[in-house]
Structure formats: C-alpha cells, structure tokens
C-alpha cells in the first residue's frame, strides 16, 4: 500500500530563517511528488514536484525539495522564510503503480516576525 | 485567465436535503477530481473523471454522486445517504491524466449541515 506522512503537525520558524517542512512516503515503485500550499479557506496551490532526475528540485516562490530515496522522504525548504509563507503545506504521493494520488495530512507553517 | 470556478463558495443545507456543488474549468484539461477536506486529515477522492462521459469512484464515493457530460463540467451531489457531509470541498483539474500531473485546484465549497 502506497502512504505519505508529515510527522509535524506545526512548523514554526522565525523570518529570515531557513525552514523546512518534512515529508516521507511509501510506495512500491518509483514515486510522483508533489508539495502544495493552501492558504485559508483557498484552494490548493501547486509548488512544485519531483518524477525524475535531479534529486534537488526547485519550485514556485523560492521553494525547493529534496528527494531522498534511501530515506524515502521529499522535504520542502527555503533558505530564508517569509512572513507571507505562512500557510498550511501538503505533500502528495503518486505511485505509478497504482492510478491514485495520496495527500499527507499537511503541516501548518507560522513564520514569526 | 484561465481556471477552475466552484461554486457556491458557502453552502447551508438541512439534513434529507441533496445539494450540487458546481465545478467548471477553462483550461481545456482532461481530467478532474472532487477532494473533500476535513481538519487534519489533508485530502480525500471522492471521484474522479479522465474523459467525457466517464467517472471513478475515489476512497470516499458513498454518499455522493457525479457526472462528466461535458469536458468542462463536473458537478458533484452530495446526496442525504452522506452520513456527515459538513466539510471543505475541492475540485481540481489535471492537463494528464493517471494522477501524473499537477492539479490545479479550485477555490473550494465550504458545505455545513444543519
């Protein structure tokens, strides 16, 4: 069975810090990754997205993952958070094996001035 | 611009009642997706439809109902069977199809039982 976890349900972090928000998965072949942004009561937002090649993948507004594939994860980072990052992060799995796409639970980033 | 529009954005609905929430895009994709969203659960399928005329059921179907008779449409009921139907609806859309792209989301419909 294919699954994605956030372990943090919170992320806080100071402006101007760099911040990370944690994602792992399990699927049975090679994974789609995808991270996404939701602000109140909006849709979600596509940041970016992992199928093949470059480990180190750069998306929208200055973020970026890292997929690791012996520790199965695709954490998202900024090298300097801002305020109007805050905001709630889904990471998403697609196994190709399996025509479906699971969503992690989310974590919700605060940024402090 | 181009997009997906939902609506109602707020619904009030009393129970026994069945509702449609409206899902239109003009991106010209094949593919769409109904999500409900429930605090701290991040998102569930409930259906999706790869081409005109054709839906699947997602994780959560029972209780629902949906239609693909035009590419640019995609409607969902929420039916009285639905046990507790107070929750974030989001419909998305996909230019691939087999959950291999982006989805680009709409602005959600925020259902609340009575």
């Known amino acids: 069975a294919q699954s994605v976890a956030q372990p943090e349900d919170q992320v806080s972090v100071a402006e101007g810090n760099p911040l990370t928000v944690k994602c792992t998965y399990s699927v049975s072949g090679n994974p789609y990754l995808f991270w996404y942004v939701q602000y109140p009561n909006r849709g979600l937002q596509f940041l970016l997205k992992y199928i093949t090649g470059d480990n180190l993948v750069k998306g929208s507004y200055g973020f970026e993952a890292e997929f690791n594939k012996s520790q199965t994860s695709f954490h998202l980072k900024k090298p300097s958070a801002l305020v109007s990052d805050s905001a709630l992060y889904f990471c998403?799995?697609?196994?190709?094996?399996?025509?479906?796409?699971?969503f992690g639970a989310g974590t919700r980033l605060t940024v402090k001035p | 611009d181009g997009g997906i529009t939902q609506s109602p954005k707020y619904l009030f609905r009393k129970e026994g009642q069945n509702v449609t929430l409206s899902c239109e895009q003009n991106l010209n994709h094949d593919a769409m997706y109904w999500y409900r969203q429930d605090p701290g659960q991040g998102l569930r399928l409930i259906y999706y439809s790869q081409i005109v005329n054709d839906f699947q059921k997602g994780d959560i179907a029972e209780g629902y109902s949906v239609s693909r008779e035009k590419k640019e449409s995609f409607p969902l009921t929420v039916t009285s069977a639905q046990k507790n139907p107070t929750a974030f609806y989001l419909c998305?859309?996909?230019?691939?199809?087999?959950?291999?792209?982006?989805?680009?989301f709409g602005e959600g419909s925020r259902l609340t039982v009575l």
């Open positions: 998305a859309s996909s230019r691939d199809r087999g959950f291999t792209g982006e989805l680009f």
């Open positions: 998403a799995v697609r196994d190709p094996q399996w025509n479906d796409m699971r």
